[in-house]
Every structure is written in C-alpha cells, then in structure tokens.
C-alpha cells in the first residue's frame, strides 16, 4: 500500500476515513463514500450497488454523476448482471479499459452516458460482501491504476467500517425508540390509574382520560364514545368538540360527533374484560406530522386499556350507586307507610269502633262523652298527619325560610327524642336557593334522624355556619360513636351523600370525642327573589 499510495493520498485517505466514521446516517455515509471515491480517483461517474439478502443480486443502485432527467430516461437500474455480476460472483477489485469490450458487457441502454474505463472494488463487512463501489470514466480519457484501485480499497475498508458503526447505531436507536414507546405506554397506563385511582365519577373519569389522551398524542380533538344499547353515544371531549348524539360510529362523518374540518383519525376501542365499552378517537396532529403513526397508535392503544379499567370500575360504582339509591327510596317508602299504618290508620279505626259505639248508645249523656272523645281523638290524629306532612315537606321551609323551619324541627327533635339539642345558625339575610335550602335542611333532618336511632345520646349540637362562598354544616352528638367497621353504605347516609353531592358539595361522617360528628359543606347559592318566596 505504501509502494503505490503516496503521502498525499494517504494523508486524504485518513481525513476521508474520519468523516465517513463520523456519521451516523446509514445515507449519508454512501452519499459521501460515492463523493470521496470520485474525488480520489478523478472519475467522472460513481455508483453503489448493495446486494440483497441471498447476496446474489444488486437490492438498490445508487449513483453519482448523472443527472436525474438522464436516470429517467435510461429506466430500470441495473440488477447485477454482466460486468457487475463478476464482482458479485467473486468479491475481488477489478479494473477494465473498456467496459464495452469485455466479453460479460451487455452494452448500455438507450439515453445511456457512454463509459469506457471501469473500477469496481468489494465493500466487506465482517468478511462477507455487502455491496460494490463502481467508477468509470476517469478524468483525460486515461485508464484507473494501481493507486486508484488502492485508494477505493483503504476508502471501501473505511466504509466498512462505517457502514456498520451505522447500522448498530441505527439498531440501537431504533431499540431505544422501541423502548421509549414502551416507557410512553407504560407512563401513560400510570398517568391515567393516578389520574382516577381514587375518582369514581363517571363523568370526571372520562374527562380525565380525554384530556390526557390529547396531550398524550398531541391531537387538536379527542373524543370518548359510550356503547349504550346499540347505540354510541359521545360522552366526554377534549379541545375543539361540540356536543352531539351520534348513532353507530361507522355511520357518522366528524362533524357529526362535533370536530369540523378533521383531516387525521386514529381510533382505539375501549375494552375491559373483554366487553366493548366504546370508542376512544383522536383528530388531527397539533405538531409533528399530519397524521398519526403507529407508535401514535401503540401509545393510545396502551393508554385505552387502562382508561378502560377505569371507566369500567366508574360504571359498576355508578350503578352501585343508583342500586342503593333506589333501595333508600324504597327504604322511606316503607317507612312512611308504616308510620301511616301504624299510627293514622290504628288512630281511625279505633275512631270508627267509637263512633259506632256511641251510636249504640240512647243515652245522651254517654253520647255527648263519646263526641267528646271522638273529637280529641280526630286532634290528636290531625297533629299525627301534621307532623307527618311537616317531615315529609315542612311549610315553614318555603313560607318562611330555612332559618325558620330548623328551629322547629330541632325542637320537634328535643320533644320527641328526649335530647338536649343545642343549635348555632349563622345565616345571611337574604333568603338561600330553593334547592339548597333543601338539602341543608334534608341532611340535618336524616342526621337528627340517626342520632335518635342508633346514637343512644343525651345531647345534640347543630351548627350552621358561612365562610368564603360556602355553607358549613355540623351535627354532633355524645353518643356511642360509629363504629370502625360500620358500613358507609347505610340508606341514611346514602341519602345525605347524594344530596350534598348532586348539590357540589362535600360530606363526611367521622367519630367524635365522644359520639359521632357529620360534616358537609356547600356552594352558597341564593334565591332569585330575595326575601320573597317564588310563585
């Protein structure tokens, strides 16, 4: 190599051998082997074939030194035959005169550049013949020598070299996109169980996982769609969604689920256990390419199945919910009637049986005794009715205020239960919304309620208090306190939880020092009419 190199040519082989190693573009390492071998040998065109798998024909031809409307008319590219092939069949340089002259020419295509002088030399990885570098037409019309074919040697071991510090690279990268993908998948399995690991609302759920599935995918639109029946319907949406019904998804364009103008879409189903629950779809691309790709839909499709569990476990809660929901309705159905059963209906039979009696009698005096008593006992089923009405609906709740109708329920309470009930009602002025007047009042009712029940107390503290927009609500007793393992689940408690929460509040129930104490707090909303109750 030194008889024929000389320190010139040496030295360039050297810089040469640098730049190609110090790439790491599988493209750009041919592109600049093609240039360099050019440069080196003063040829005027320069090819690449890299061989096929089996390594017993060309699988791509790249060129340098022709142009493209030149490439189009020429055609095909070459597959490895003729000339070309002998390097294929035996991976050794070759140097000709006249590529026309061999007895292996095929001759040249049409619109073909004519070539005469010809180097071919072998690029080996580990041994075995990746591909073949091509130059013809050295500058002057002259033949390649000995330098030259020693020059694309040391260039074609260089790009050996290279070409394989490439594709391990490309390898590795490759892996570790592989890898982050999988990381993506599994953060985003834990950023949705985190999200609504303790949250079983089904509405919050599910605006949870679209929101998070957009930025997950960086989508302009993402949408959530719910088997009900046969039908889909759209649940929940993040970024530029309108609300609309839609019937079988396969039926509907996106502007029929609310997204105008979508131009990319890439939907995963929602499947738990293997029930189909819905659709989750995203829309368009905010950043990066048009349309979503497969690690896009890999990461969706790992973050639908997590977001599956999740609206899964929300749908059971919320049945749940409504399941106790009408049990407690139920539960108060049956109270009510025994109340009316055991107290108005034995009142007025037992009223019937007088009546009937004195009816017998021919002596006025007895008569006039039985009247009597006949009109004290209408009084007292009168105030039975009463204080039935009053418990299911109080007037004074919407004639007077809420103020109003809990003085006289805690002093119902006292009278009835035997309790000392103490109260603290702080209040505004004006007069609270309907609505929450009712719940405040229901839950400081259905605790009193437990109290008298279950508390087995001397004495009862209500507080009602305002701070910063909210209604504050306390009810404690000196009872025995609930128990550690008593449920949370009682029709009592249910109707009190519902209530605060439909109402956007918060209700807690916990042991006190000693008996029980029942904690809720609610937006503060006030009526439309100030002080005057509606029509």
Do not use: C
């Amino acid at each position: 190599m030194e008889r024929v190199l000389d320190g010139e040519r040496l030295e360039r082989l050297l810089e040469a051998g640098r730049g190609l190693l110090a790439d790491m573009d599988l493209g750009l390492v041919l592109d600049r082997l093609l240039d360099l071998a050019r440069e080196l040998t003063g040829a005027q065109y320069a090819a690449l074939g890299i061989l096929d798998e089996r390594r017993n024909e060309l699988a791509q031809f790249l060129t340098v030194g022709i142009d493209q409307e030149t490439h189009q008319a020429i055609g095909d590219l070459p597959r490895g035959r003729g000339i070309l092939g002998i390097l294929i069949e035996e991976a050794k340089p070759l140097r000709l005169h006249d590529l026309g002259a061999h007895p292996r020419s095929y001759g040249f295509p049409p619109a073909h550049p004519e070539m005469r002088s010809f180097l071919g030399v072998p690029i080996l990885i580990r041994g075995e013949a990746w591909g073949n570098v091509y130059l013809t037409e050295k500058a002057g019309g002259e033949d390649f020598d000995e330098a030259d074919e020693a020059s694309v040697v040391v260039l074609a071991d260089w790009a050996a070299l290279a070409i394989e510090h490439a594709r391990l690279y490309e390898a590795v990268s490759a892996r570790r996109i592989e890898l982050e993908r999988a990381v993506r998948g599994f953060e985003a399995t834990a950023a949705i169980a985190r999200a609504v690991g303790g949250e079983t609302d089904l509405d919050r759920v599910l605006e949870l996982i679209v929101k998070r599935a957009r930025a997950l995918v960086e989508a302009r639109s993402v949408l959530i769609l719910l088997h009900e029946g046969d039908k889909l319907r759209l649940a929940a949406g993040a970024g530029q969604v309108a609300d609309h019904d839609v019937e079988r998804a396969l039926a509907v364009r996106p502007e029929d689920l609310g997204v105008a103008d979508a131009t990319a879409a890439l939907q995963v189903p929602l499947v738990f256990r293997g029930r189909a629950l819905g659709l989750l779809i995203a829309f368009d691309r905010l950043s990066g390419p048009d349309s979503f790709n497969r690690d896009d839909e890999q990461l969706l499709q790992a973050f639908a199945a997590s977001a599956a569990t999740a609206v899964a476990n929300a749908q059971a809660v919320e049945a749940e919910r409504l399941r106790h929901s009408l049990r407690a309705a139920e539960e108060e159905r049956r109270r009510w009637a025994r109340e009316l059963h055991d107290e108005t209906l034995q009142g007025l039979a037992g009223l019937r049986v007088l009546l009937r009696g004195a009816a017998r009698q021919s002596d006025p005096g007895k008569v006039q005794a039985a009247i009597a008593e006949a009109a004290d006992h209408v009084t007292r089923e009168i105030d039975s009715l009463r204080a039935i009405i009053t418990d299911l609906r109080p007037a004074a709740l919407d004639d007077l205020g809420l103020g109003p109708a809990l003085d006289s329920l805690l002093q119902r309470t006292a009278a009835a239960q035997g309790l000392d009930v103490r109260s603290s009602v702080d209040l505004p002025d004006r007069r609270l919304a309907p609505e929450l007047e009712t719940v405040v009042y229901r839950v400081v009712q259905e605790a009193l309620t437990n109290v008298g029940k279950h508390a087995q107390a001397s004495t009862v503290a209500v507080a009602l208090h305002v701070a910063d927009d909210r209604l504050g609500i306390r009810v404690a007793d000196d009872g025995v306190g609930i128990a550690p393992d008593t449920p949370a689940g009682g029709f009592g408690l249910i109707g009190m939880r519902e209530r605060v929460a439909l109402a956007g509040g918060e209700l807690e129930v916990t042991p006190g020092e000693p008996g029980t104490v029942v904690r809720a707090t609610l937006p503060l909303t006030y009526a439309e009419y100030g002080n005057v109750t509606p029509p």
